[in-house]
């Protein structure tokens, strides 16, 4: 098969991590590439990498925090302004919440990065994915590993809340979030993956914690390119289907978790709270 001439990469969550290998994947690939994050610091880094590499002129960063409606919004404007087309839609972006907080959209915040921006974003920027030969959205979670569910009668956990909780609740809403786009989108590859741990920035993670965590991922965790080799491609030729799913480059069956009431139950959840924030 030949590669496709050079395409737009947006990736959110693209300053570290996983998002940021894929964000140097793309560039070196030709692409143009937008990363979103919150750190300055962290783009500006990006940008330095990019002109060291000679990507200069093709690397942008929009510094934004996706872990409320307005900024988001302002993210969806901010790439749309820059790109009339986009090709591929990462979506990288979280940090594990470490004590409980309700952001200013009525969201537990986990479930405000993890899926409400991931679905403000998808939708926010429909119209450039739809200029797009070939679109794809790739949405990164412990889809088919960790088997999160949402607590309908306290979606904020309230009563029950964790790091762990938070997280897997707001995993569960990303994964559905991909499942009700395919639904109403299929002409959109969306591919949910889990990349295995992997070592990487491990944003969130208190300072005292993060040497021990660190270590855990020399001990355990795979690089960031053993966790992207299966999934770059992917990128690169979008699969046929609406929705695919990818555990460690291991096709799973969507029948495992997607689960399609729940999923527009979810959906119409995020627009109603769109809806009611100015
Ligand atoms: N690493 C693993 O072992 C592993 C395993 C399973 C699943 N995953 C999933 O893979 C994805 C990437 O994880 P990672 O380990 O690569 O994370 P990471 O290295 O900690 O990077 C996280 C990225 O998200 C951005 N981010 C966090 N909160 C944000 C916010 N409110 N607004 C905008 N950007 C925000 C960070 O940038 P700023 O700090 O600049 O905002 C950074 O670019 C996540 O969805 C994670 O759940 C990872």
Redesign the pocket.
């Known amino acids: 098969m030949t590669s496709p001439s050079p395409r737009t990469t947006v990736v ?10 894929i964000a140097r994947a793309r560039l070196a690939a030709g692409d143009q590439v937008t ?5 300055p610091v ?2 500006r880094r990006f940008l330095d990498d990019a002109t060291a590499n000679g990507a200069e002129g093709r690397a942008a960063f929009v510094a ?4 409320t409606l307005r ?1 988001t919004r302002d993210a969806v404007l901010a790439v749309a302004d820059r790109h009339d087309v986009v090709d591929a839609l990462a ?6 919440p470490l004590s409980r907080r309700i952001t200013a959209d009525g969201l537990e915040s986990g479930v ?3 899926g409400f ?1 991931r679905k403000m974003l998808a939708d926010g920027l429909a119209d450039r994915l739809d200029a797009s030969e070939h679109p794809v959205i790739l ?4 889809v088919g ?2 088997h999160g569910t949402i607590d309908w009668d306290d979606p904020t956990l309230e009563h029950r809340w964790s790091t762990v909780r938070s ?1 897997t609740q707001a ?1 569960r809403v ?1 994964e559905l979030v991909g499942v009700a786009h395919a639904d109403r989108r299929p002409h959109v590859a969306y591919i949910l993956a ?11 993670t208190p300072r005292a914690l993060l040497p021990l965590v660190q270590l855990l ?1 020399l001990i355990a ?1 795979r690089s ?1 390119d053993q ?1 992207l080799s299966p999934l770059l491609p992917l990128i690169e030729v979008p699969p046929a289907e609406a929705l695919s799913a990818y555990d460690r480059g291991r096709v799973i069956d969507t029948a495992r978790f997607a689960d399609l009431d729940e999923a527009h139950r979810v959906d119409a959840w995020l627009d109603e709270v769109a809806l009611r924030t100015p």
């Open positions: 959110a969550g693209g300053t570290a991590g996983l998002g940021l290998g990363v979103l994050g919150r750190d962290r783009g934004a925090d996706l872990g900024g979506m990288t972006a979280y940090a594990p405000a990065v993890y921006a949405s990164l979670s412990g590993v960790v997280t995993g990303a889990h990349p295995g741990f992997t070592r990487t920035a491990f944003s969130g991922g965790g960031v966790s």
